[in-house]
């Protein structure tokens, strides 16, 4: 996981996760890339402090166990295929995102 001062702004987010996209297997680079892209295009106008402090650790997070998972492939001598990887990722992010906004909303 990153320091806080690593991740100081969003732009430093941004880089941050477009490096541990470098560390996935080559062709799911780019769609990782873009779906970074298009989150941080979706979210480019949020200005609350704690809404941009949960989503930076849920993406610090999400790139950590997409990483693991990755790596988990590769210890067993898997091949994650392209739609495999992608699908299995978007119902797990979904459903670890359910978790902790449930837990978020908690007051």
Same mark, same amino acid.
Request: charged fraction near 25%; include cysteine; aromatic fraction near 8%.
């Given at each position: 996981?990153?320091?806080? %001062?690593? @991740?100081? !702004?969003?732009?430093?987010?941004?880089?941050?996760?477009?490096? %541990? /996209?470098? @560390?996935?297997? +080559?062709?799911?680079?780019p769609?990782? &890339?873009?779906?970074i &892209?298009?989150?941080?295009?979706?979210? +480019?106008?949020?200005?609350?402090?704690? =809404? #941009?402090?949960?989503? *930076?650790s !849920?993406? #610090?997070?999400?790139?950590?166990?997409?990483? +693991? %998972? /990755? !790596?988990?492939?590769?210890?067993?001598?898997? *091949?994650?295929?392209?739609p $495999?990887? %992608?699908?299995?990722?978007? $119902?797990?992010? &979904?459903?670890?995102?359910?978790?902790? =906004?449930? &837990?978020?909303? /908690?007051?």
């Amino acid at each position: 996981m990153a320091g806080s %001062k690593l @991740l100081q !702004t969003s732009l430093h987010l941004y880089a941050y996760l477009l490096r %541990k /996209v470098r @560390l996935l297997p +080559a062709e799911v680079q780019p769609y990782y &890339r873009n779906y970074i &892209r298009q989150n941080f295009r979706q979210h +480019a106008d949020e200005d609350d402090p704690e =809404n #941009i402090r949960i989503m *930076t650790s !849920t993406a #610090i997070s999400d790139m950590d166990w997409l990483l +693991a %998972k /990755v !790596t988990t492939f590769f210890l067993h001598g898997l *091949t994650p295929q392209l739609p $495999v990887l %992608k699908m299995a990722t978007e $119902v797990e992010l &979904r459903r670890r995102r359910r978790r902790s =906004n449930d &837990r978020s909303c /908690v007051i």
